[in-house]
């Protein structure tokens, strides 16, 4: 079955850098990838998404980027503030009928 | 909607006793999905179904963990007996079954097994 490899597990910046988060997969049959952000004692949601036939996708200050020949895919945050404290998890899955897969999460801390 | 509605949030209770969660999912979603998630193993699915019916529960721990999903707008996680192990935050989601698809997490409910 799929298995999901994320790191680093705790990321530290300074409020303005940016934040890179990786993630590798290995079923070669997986097609979307979705990017959950889980703040303190909240539940996971859903930021942003790529699927297989894109290579780079951004909205606003996140973009993510997929290599499929290699397997890995990573979300990018620029210009991070306060408040993009929190965990990340990527996911890999299927269309359709089979469950997702996720990393076991990034913790973010953004320093002011 | 209202989204994936979870009861109860918080449950403390002693261990050997009966825990039963409960979950109903976005109307129109055709798969439930319940997940622990803890510190140390991050985020484990436990089950899920398909049109009410399990799909796979290899994720279910032990035989003291159950699930049912009676109809497609209410489910079911049974602890029984509860162990201090099983403290959690479980989370239900839930989404529709065509093509890339988000899937939405309700908001959990927080164990405590003392």
């Known amino acids: ?112 | 909607d209202a989204g994936v509605i979870q009861s109860p949030r918080h449950e403390v209770t002693e261990m050997g006793q009966e825990v039963t969660l409960r979950c109903k999912p976005i109307s129109g979603h055709d798969y439930l999905f319940w997940y622990r998630q803890t510190m140390m193993r991050g985020l484990e699915l436990l089950i899920y179904f398909n049109n009410n019916v399990p799909i796979d529960d290899s994720g279910m721990p032990e035989d003291r963990f159950s699930a049912k999903m009676p109809n497609a707008s209410f489910s079911t996680l049974k602890i029984q007996p509860s162990e201090p192990r099983d403290s959690a935050v479980y989370f239900c989601a839930s989404r529709t079954g065509t093509r890339y698809n988000e899937q939405f997490f309700g908001p959990g409910t927080r164990l405590t097994v003392l």
Do not use: M
């Open chain 1, 1 to 112: 079955g799929e298995n999901v490899e994320q790191h680093p597990s705790t990321l530290s910046v300074q409020e303005g850098d940016s934040a890179v988060i990786k993630c590798t997969y290995s079923d070669s049959a997986s097609n979307y990838f979705p990017w959950y952000k889980q703040e303190l004692g909240k539940r996971p949601q859903l930021i942003i998404d790529i699927r297989s036939n894109v290579g780079e996708k951004k909205d606003q200050r996140i973009a993510v980027t997929l290599n499929k020949t290699a397997k890995h895919f990573s979300l990018h945050i620029t210009e991070t503030q306060p408040e993009d404290s929190a965990v990340y998890f990527c996911a890999a899955g299927r269309s359709g009928n089979t469950p997702l897969v996720f990393g076991k999460g990034t913790r973010l801390s953004v320093i002011a």
